[in-house]
């Protein structure tokens, strides 16, 4: 009898529940990114190489937003900010013998804002689109390799912006918890660097091309 009492009590506060009521939240977020990026390197001799690379590595994050409901429908506005160390390598061997070149690409930090329209599918579900953009960190190192030694390297950072798409959904655990679960699509603007320009040796033109794929889990605390 007990037990009865208590699975109905719990069923009852999740039906009643106005988590998703007009109310400021914030969070925490797990989840795994995975990289697709597009290298073109162009030695300025008219030699020039083509990289698809790709990585995967865990992100953790915070956010934090504003959410109205009006009926069935929602819309959110949401600030993030995100860790995710993605390190792509990518090396060619334009000598059998002597001579190899080499590009790395890594990203870490992310900052990211959106907003967040969403139908309710149930009264505690929530189906949610994301459109934004995101601001991300990446580190670009070119080095030419001849005997095992590297005869030049150079670095660039750079923060890029990209825009973001996602779809995600979003249930009611308490009054004042919920869970989401949700997929990102991120697609940074081009960007070409001229490496070794002052060196007497060929300069090198870099065109890069960064794509992101992100799956997160949030819980979420509303604030009311």
Wanted: proline share 2%.
């Amino acid at each position: 009898m007990f037990r009865k009492l208590m699975v109905s009590a719990f069923a009852s506060l999740l039906v009643s529940t106005p988590v998703f009521a007009n109310s400021f939240y914030f969070g925490g977020e797990l989840g795994g990114s995975f990289a697709n990026y597009s290298i073109i390197r162009h030695r300025l001799n008219n030699s020039m190489d083509k990289y698809k690379l790709g990585a995967g590595a865990a992100n953790a994050g915070l956010l934090a937003g504003y959410g109205l409901t009006l009926r069935k429908f929602y819309l959110g506005a949401e600030v993030d900010a995100y860790y995710s160390d993605l390190t792509t390598t990518g090396r060619v061997m334009a000598d059998p013998i002597t001579y190899y070149r080499w590009v790395q690409v890594n990203s870490r930090m992310n900052a990211a804002l959106g907003i967040l329209p969403g139908f309710f599918i149930t009264k505690n579900t929530l189906l949610f689109a994301r459109l934004g953009v995101v601001e991300t960190r990446f580190n670009i190192k070119d080095k030419e390799e001849q005997y095992g030694e590297y005869n030049r390297s150079a670095s660039e950072t750079k923060n890029l912006l990209g825009e973001q798409f996602g779809v995600g959904f979003a249930t009611s655990l308490t009054k004042n918890w919920s869970l989401r679960a949700e997929y990102i699509y991120s697609q940074y603007r081009h960007y070409s660097v001229l490496m070794y320009k002052e060196s007497a040796v060929h300069p090198v033109n870099n065109s890069y091309s960064f794509k992101h794929n992100q799956v997160d889990f949030s819980i979420i605390y509303n604030i009311g």
